[in-house]
């Protein structure tokens, strides 16, 4: 261990791993300015005897080597031992795909090597102060006093979690406060630099269509259009001209030519929602845009270039999805150069008090209303329910609320839905006779158990040994556990 420039102790510490000689000495030289105090590790394996042993630093420049398993490895082991280190990971060569496996393995940003002084100065920059694009929100999560007891833990990660926003356009932003929405931002922030297909999965109304948005507002492409095409929405035999565009002829009530999705998106980002619901047909022509970016519009003949980054979205279960032949194969692996999971509501209930506000300023603004405040037992009633429709049921919820102003018709609403979705889930002991009861009893029993293992993962941001602890099990039995209740973290690995 070493240390290559020394200032202030109350300095910010740089951790450089494994770095070549000439970035840290790229490094040295970026920090005479700075008050940065800078030191070096000679392996992964020195590295962790630091994280262990001494306080931590407030970033790491790692060096993954071209994407070796050997830096990857030494990455997640890092994160594994400090789940809030911050790591960057640098590379040689503009690669895309060791941007991602750095991402997956827990780095908040990737650096390609050669890389300039400026450019250096302004990532350490970024990383030891707040981004610029984030601000700290002005909402306020609800006091733990006026949280029922009931929800007095979801209540205290409320009260403790930093709510913060990205704004975006049309008055929408990313808003997050929970480990795993945080961790989406990151991915966002880091992928949106490379020029690569992103596939976003989820269920209906998690925000898929926001963190395309995000993805596109932090990309070099930000000055050029957005554009998003709903594949479930536009009848199959249109949404080829609706993509590719037509020439006149092409069909009757064709009188003149008219570009697609893709002329009109030039230099920008196109959003395929509903991907798995494009008609396989479709998809080959697809496949091949995504190849060489070339196309022909519908009864053309003459080959157009476009320029388009494109982002999918879908909601349906991939696996079946491609075993049943909807979505084909080699189309899915081109889009999914970088797969994100966005995560559904009831795993982030932390944030529903935050988004619940933001929900109600927003919409004010929109029908020039004042705000509406939420009461206890609205709270209470909002953190216990499920929201199958995530993001998008909670919005209606919050703007009928206001639009209205009845807070009894609208917790009345809830508790109906939420009853209505419990039968549902459960099944009916009479129609189960007596030794149904039984396995209604373990079958409630699993859920819940599952459920508090999935918020303590949550938590902890997936330290295992740490969740192990707060649950007080051993960390064999909650390694059984995850795999009995087959829980993932919300990165979905390629």
Same mark, same amino acid.
């Given at each position: 261990?070493a240390?290559?420039?020394?200032?202030?102790e109350?300095?910010?510490t740089?951790?450089?791993?494994n770095?070549? %000689?000439? /970035? $840290?000495q790229?490094?040295a030289s970026?920090v005479?300015?700075e008050?940065?105090?800078?030191?070096?590790?000679e392996?992964a394996?020195?590295?962790?005897?630091?994280?262990?042993?001494?306080?931590?630093?407030?970033?790491?420049?790692?060096?993954v080597?071209g994407?070796s398993s !050997?830096?990857l490895?030494?990455?997640?082991?890092?994160r594994e031992?400090q789940p809030?280190?911050k790591?960057?990971a640098?590379?040689?060569?503009d690669?895309?795909?060791?941007?991602?496996q750095?991402?997956?393995s827990?780095?908040v940003?990737?650096?390609? !090597?050669?890389?300039?002084?400026?450019?250096?100065?302004t990532?350490?920059? *970024?990383h #030891?102060?707040?981004p610029?694009c984030?601000?700290?929100?002005?909402?306020?999560?609800p006091?733990?006093?006026d949280?029922p007891?009931?929800?007095?833990s979801? &209540?205290?990660?409320?009260?403790t979690?930093q709510p913060?926003?990205?704004?975006?356009?049309?008055?929408?932003?990313?808003?997050? %406060?929970s480990p795993?929405?945080k961790?989406?931002?990151?991915?966002?922030r880091?992928?949106?630099?490379?020029d690569?297909?992103?596939?976003?999965?989820? !269920?209906?109304?998690t925000?898929? +269509?926001v963190?395309s948005l995000?993805?596109h507002? #932090?990309?070099p492409? $930000?000055?050029?259009?957005?554009l998003?095409?709903?594949c479930?929405a536009?009848?199959?035999?249109?949404? !080829?001209?609706?993509?590719f565009?037509?020439?006149?002829?092409?069909f009757? =009530?064709?009188n003149?030519?008219?570009?697609?999705?893709f002329?009109?998106?030039?230099g920008?980002?196109?959003?395929?929602?509903?991907?798995?619901?494009?008609?396989?047909?479709?998809?080959a022509k697809? #496949?091949?845009f995504?190849?060489d970016h070339?196309?022909?519009?519908?009864g053309?003949r003459?080959?157009?270039?476009?320029?388009?980054r494109?982002l999918?979205?879908?909601?349906?279960n991939?696996? +079946?999805?491609l075993?049943?032949?909807s979505?084909?194969?080699?189309?899915?692996?081109?889009?999914?150069?970088?797969t994100?999971n966005?995560?559904?509501?009831r795993?982030?209930?932390?944030?529903?008090?935050l988004l /619940?506000?933001?929900?109600?300023?927003?919409?004010?603004?929109?029908?020039?209303?004042?705000?509406?405040?939420?009461?206890? &037992?609205?709270l209470?009633a909002c953190?216990?329910?499920?929201?199958? =429709?995530?993001?998008?049921?909670?919005?209606?919820?919050?703007?009928?609320?206001?639009?209205?102003?009845n807070?009894?018709?609208?917790?009345?609403? #809830?508790?109906?839905?939420?009853?209505?979705?419990? *039968?549902?889930?459960q099944?009916?002991v009479?129609?189960?006779?007596?030794? =149904?009861?039984k396995?209604?009893?373990?079958?409630v029993?699993? *859920?819940?158990?599952?459920?508090?293992?999935?918020?303590?993962?949550?938590?902890?941001?997936w330290?295992r040994?740490?969740?192990s602890?707060v649950?007080?099990i051993?960390y064999?039995?909650?390694?059984?556990?995850?795999?009995?209740?087959?829980?993932?973290p919300p990165?979905v +690995?390629?």
């Amino acid at each position: 261990m070493a240390t290559v420039a020394m200032s202030a102790e109350s300095a910010p510490t740089i951790l450089m791993v494994n770095s070549s %000689a000439s /970035m $840290a000495q790229r490094v040295a030289s970026a920090v005479l300015s700075e008050d940065y105090q800078v030191e070096t590790a000679e392996s992964a394996g020195d590295a962790l005897a630091r994280l262990r042993f001494h306080p931590l630093p407030d970033l790491v420049l790692l060096n993954v080597a071209g994407a070796s398993s !050997e830096g990857l490895e030494a990455l997640r082991a890092a994160r594994e031992l400090q789940p809030n280190l911050k790591v960057i990971a640098m590379g040689s060569g503009d690669n895309a795909r060791v941007a991602a496996q750095a991402v997956r393995s827990g780095a908040v940003d990737f650096m390609s !090597e050669p890389i300039g002084e400026e450019e250096l100065k302004t990532m350490l920059h *970024e990383h #030891l102060n707040e981004p610029p694009c984030v601000r700290e929100l002005a909402l306020a999560p609800p006091a733990l006093a006026d949280v029922p007891a009931t929800t007095s833990s979801l &209540a205290a990660a409320c009260a403790t979690d930093q709510p913060e926003a990205v704004e975006l356009s049309d008055g929408v932003s990313f808003v997050y %406060a929970s480990p795993a929405m945080k961790e989406i931002y990151d991915q966002a922030r880091l992928i949106a630099k490379f020029d690569m297909p992103v596939l976003m999965l989820g !269920e209906s109304g998690t925000g898929k +269509e926001v963190v395309s948005l995000l993805i596109h507002h #932090l990309s070099p492409r $930000a000055k050029y259009p957005l554009l998003k095409v709903n594949c479930a929405a536009v009848p199959a035999d249109l949404l !080829e001209s609706e993509l590719f565009g037509y020439e006149a002829g092409a069909f009757t =009530g064709a009188n003149k030519s008219k570009p697609g999705k893709f002329e009109m998106c030039e230099g920008g980002t196109i959003l395929l929602d509903e991907i798995g619901e494009m008609p396989p047909a479709l998809q080959a022509k697809l #496949l091949h845009f995504l190849q060489d970016h070339r196309f022909s519009r519908l009864g053309g003949r003459t080959t157009i270039q476009a320029d388009v980054r494109i982002l999918a979205a879908t909601n349906v279960n991939i696996d +079946e999805a491609l075993a049943n032949k909807s979505l084909r194969e080699d189309l899915y692996y081109r889009l999914s150069g970088f797969t994100m999971n966005v995560p559904p509501l009831r795993q982030r209930r932390r944030e529903i008090p935050l988004l /619940m506000k933001y929900f109600m300023k927003r919409n004010a603004i929109q029908f020039s209303s004042p705000e509406r405040s939420f009461s206890q &037992a609205m709270l209470e009633a909002c953190l216990s329910y499920a929201w199958p =429709g995530n993001l998008r049921q909670l919005e209606n919820f919050v703007r009928r609320y206001l639009v209205l102003g009845n807070e009894e018709l609208a917790l009345t609403e #809830l508790r109906s839905a939420h009853r209505n979705s419990s *039968e549902v889930r459960q099944p009916s002991v009479a129609s189960q006779g007596l030794s =149904g009861l039984k396995s209604l009893a373990k079958s409630v029993k699993k *859920e819940a158990e599952a459920a508090a293992i999935a918020q303590a993962l949550e938590h902890t941001n997936w330290h295992r040994q740490k969740a192990s602890r707060v649950l007080k099990i051993s960390y064999k039995a909650l390694l059984y556990k995850i795999k009995e209740y087959d829980l993932h973290p919300p990165l979905v +690995e390629e």
